[in-house]
């Protein structure tokens, strides 16, 4: 792991951007001298790890005192995408335009990025937890639901996860969700325009994890409330510290 750039926040949370072989990716870390536990954070279906709505969640999660790290995996922000790739996001932009149905299109794009997603992030979390600023236990905190949930049944070193019902998850991630037993934080809106509520429902109760909870709140997919990320503090703070 090869450190590219760092800078001290006002919180005194210290910014580092990384390279790992071909990943990119950046670290946060709080201003604490005692190593972190490690939150993975991951944004709806590989949109880059710049975007500014992870950037201010990871910002702050960090000054909760948890090192927080996130990567663009293969196919992911600025990463190469193979031609296949290029066509299937052009035909599910095409048919979202048009009105028509896009669970299929989804399927196909969607379920190849989790696949080629999840060996970058366990290569990343191997890097990680070398370091001595951090600690472990780690959680996985994002709103790519379907990479969480494949990285909860495939990755035993992730104790707690937080998950958002804002992304098209693939059937086999809905399957995969009966065997993702670790406490779970789940965030649904109640209205989002993207995510059918049912299927969200469906999905919280297929988790196979003895103790979930649902938080539901009034309003579209970009209308989370800021108190959910303090909330969420809490929550990895029962199973992370």
Not at 31 to 47: I, K, V
Not at 48 to 54: F, I, K, T
Not at 213 to 234: I, K, Q, V, Y
């Amino acid at each position: 792991m090869h450190f590219t750039s760092e800078q001290r926040l006002d919180n005194n949370v210290l910014e580092r951007e990384f390279t790992l072989g071909e990943i990119p990716g950046t670290l946060w870390t709080p201003g604490s001298p005692a190593p972190a536990p490690l939150l993975l954070m991951a944004h709806n279906n590989g949109l880059p790890m710049r975007d500014a709505r992870l950037v201010a969640r990871a910002r702050q999660t960090a000054a909760y005192g948890y090192a927080v790290a996130t990567i663009d995996a293969a196919g992911c922000g600025d990463r190469p995408r193979s031609a296949a790739d290029e066509q299937a996001r052009a035909e599910l932009r095409r048919a979202m335009q048009a009105g028509e149905p896009v669970d299929e299109i989804f399927e196909s794009v969607v379920g190849p990025m989790v696949e080629k997603a999840v060996p970058d992030w366990r290569t990343t979390l191997d890097a990680l937890l070398e370091l001595p600023e951090i600690c472990g236990p780690v959680g996985y905190s994002g709103g790519w639901t379907a990479l969480g949930i494949r990285l909860a049944v495939v990755e035993p070193r992730i104790a707690a996860a937080g998950f958002f019902a804002g992304g098209y998850v693939p059937r086999a991630q809905r399957e995969e969700a009966r065997q993702v037993t670790i406490p779970l934080l789940f965030l649904l809106q109640w209205d989002d325009e993207g995510n059918p509520r049912q299927r969200a429902l469906d999905l919280f109760d297929a988790f196979g994890s003895k103790e979930k909870t649902l938080h539901a709140n009034a309003g579209g997919h970009l209308g989370t409330p800021w108190f959910e990320l303090e909330d969420g503090g809490r929550f990895f703070g029962r199973h992370l510290k």
